[in-house]
């Protein structure tokens, strides 16, 4: 009788039921690993919310006390524009979430409108002033529904109404 020599495969199956392996042929073994959970602090992530918010708020303050109006205007873009950011780089709890990309998008578009502003017409500057006067009304409720889902009392919306 002629002895034939067994094939890699046979091996491996043959290896793989005795719970040892060989080195990969190129095809692949699924494994499931548990997902980890992280717990994130609602409170914590609120916090850092209305800190971000009352800083932004602050600074605008200060920035429509420029005289000239498009510089005015353009530091307070930049403001909002960096408050969009920060807010987009917390980690928020899973209810949050949505809420939080809300609230950045809104200030995302105050800061649309302010740099509209910083080169705005005599013309133009009210129809701006109407798109700003209803994005902070939009600010205030995404920042309202923010403060619900972290539980915090204190989350500040941001003004620029007659700026500059």
Do not use: W
């Not at 094939?7 to 039921?17: I, P």
């Not at 095809?27 to 918010?53: D, E, H, Q, S, W």
């Not at 353009?74 to 980690?91: H, P, R, V």
């Not at 005599?122 to 701006?128: E, G, M, R």
Request: overall charge negative; glycine content about 4%.
């Amino acid at each position: 009788m002629k002895k034939t020599p067994i094939g890699l495969a046979a091996c491996a199956m043959v290896l793989a039921a005795c719970g040892s392996s060989l080195p990969s042929t190129g095809t692949t073994t699924a494994t499931t690993t548990r997902p980890t959970t992280t717990t994130i602090n609602a409170a914590a992530v609120g916090g850092k919310v209305v800190a971000i918010l009352n800083a932004g708020n602050a600074a605008i303050q200060q920035d429509k006390k420029i005289s000239n109006n498009t510089q005015a205007f353009t530091a307070i873009s930049n403001e909002f524009a960096s408050q969009a950011q920060k807010i987009q780089d917390l980690t928020y709890p899973p209810n949050a979430v949505s809420d939080a990309k809300a609230l950045a998008a809104i200030l995302e578009k105050l800061s649309v409108d302010a740099q509209q502003a910083s080169t705005a017409s005599l013309a133009t500057v009210s129809v701006i002033e109407a798109n700003v006067a209803n994005d902070e009304g939009t600010e205030a409720a995404d920042s309202a529904a923010l403060k619900h889902d972290l539980g915090v009392s204190t989350v500040a919306a941001t003004t620029t109404t007659a700026a500059a």
